[in-house]
Structures are given as structure tokens and as C-alpha cells.
């Protein structure tokens, strides 16, 4: 049974930076994602990577700002330039098969973490 652990959530000021980390045992799955939860809103995907190719996908609101990556077995999601609406509670999942049509769906997603809490105020 694969569990999830993540670490590095916190408060900070809109503009700031944040890595959150997944650590993972005793090994990874596939797929690898972030998915985020605000209070009163369904869980959306973030970020996913492919442990075997190394591709990433991400959603429209964070590309450019956000960066999930995988070292051994932990996956990290740097996050850049925060906004407030980027405030929510960070999950780390994890699945071995993908179909692109349903891979940003929190239904596609086998493994959960507790998750991290991620505040952004200004």
C-alpha cells in the first residue's frame, strides 16, 4: 500500500513563493499529482507528472507560475508569483494509469495524502 505524505504548506504574502513537498513510500506510482481544495469548492488538479517520461501537465491557472518535479521518491510542487485565490488546502496523489480526457479529475486518482495548507494573503 503506497502512502503519501505531504510537508511544506504555510502563510504567506501574495507574491511569495512556496515548495511543497510529497514524499512517497514505498514507492512512487505512474502519475504523480497536486490537486488543491478551497473551502466550499470541489478538488481541482494542479499539476501531474509522469514518473517514467518526466512529462508534466498542468492546469490553465497555475502554468507558468507553478513546477512539480520528482526527486527519488518525492514529488515537489514549486509555487511562484501566490495569489490569494491559489489559497487551499494541497493534496499529493498518485495513480498508475491516466486517461488524457479524465487525468485532471480527482476520480482518476487511486492514492491520497492528508494534504498541506497553503494560505495567501494581500
Known amino acids: 500500500q503506497v502512502q503519501l505524505v505531504e510537508s511544506g504548506g504555510d502563510s504567506v504574502q501574495a507574491g511569495g513563493s512556496l515548495r511543497l513537498s510529497c514524499a512517497a513510500s514505498?514507492?512512487?506510482?505512474?502519475?504523480m499529482a497536486w490537486f488543491r481544495q478551497a473551502p466550499g469548492k470541489e478538488r481541482e488538479g494542479v499539476a501531474i507528472i509522469s514518473t517514467v517520461s518526466k512529462k508534466t501537465f498542468y492546469a490553465d491557472s497555475v502554468k507558468d507560475r507553478f513546477a512539480i518535479s520528482q526527486d527519488k521518491r518525492t514529488i515537489y510542487l514549486q509555487t511562484n508569483s501566490l495569489k490569494p485565490e491559489d489559497t487551499a488546502m494541497y493534496y499529493c496523489?498518485?495513480?498508475?494509469?491516466?486517461?488524457?480526457?479524465?487525468?485532471?479529475?480527482?476520480?482518476?486518482?487511486?492514492?491520497w495524502g492528508q494534504g498541506t495548507q497553503v494560505t495567501v494573503s494581500g
Open positions: 514505498p514507492y512512487l506510482l505512474n502519475y
Open positions: 496523489a498518485a495513480a498508475n494509469y491516466l486517461e488524457k480526457r479524465t487525468m485532471m479529475e480527482a476520480g482518476s486518482f487511486d492514492v
